[in-house]
Nanobody, 116 residues
């Protein structure tokens, strides 16, 4: 059974940093690309970053390029999102994601609040 578990609720000030984590189980983690998405209140879920199975980043949304870094530890079945210089517009619920056997799987979400 594929399972993704995101880290919990987080609060950060503008300009601050936060690192999200997601632990995966139930599939061969080291052979799957992983991604982070976010959904702001009242908006559609959007893709933030993608990392290849080999650990090389594959994509960053323009809004986070240069501020966010996606990484993974295949030995621990974990994927991370380091978020620096955070902005008010980074607020939202962040989800880790993978596609396995044609099905998308999602973590339960980490609620990130950016507030002075």
């Amino acid at each position: 059974q594929v399972r993704l578990v995101d880290s919990g609720v987080d609060l950060v000030q503008p300009g601050g940093s936060l690192k999200l984590s997601c632990v995966a189980s139930g599939f061969s983690f080291s052979t799957h690309a992983m991604s982070w998405w976010r959904q702001a209140p009242g908006k559609e879920r959007e893709l933030v970053a993608v990392i290849r199975a080999n650990g090389l980043p594959a994509y960053y949304d323009d809004s986070v390029e240069g501020r966010f870094t996606i990484s993974r530890d295949n030995a621990k079945n974990m994927v991370y999102l380091q978020m620096n210089d955070m902005k008010l517009e980074d607020k939202g619920t962040y989800y880790c994601n993978t596609a396995h056997a044609g099905t998308d799987y999602w973590g339960q979400g980490t609620q990130v609040t950016v507030s002075p």
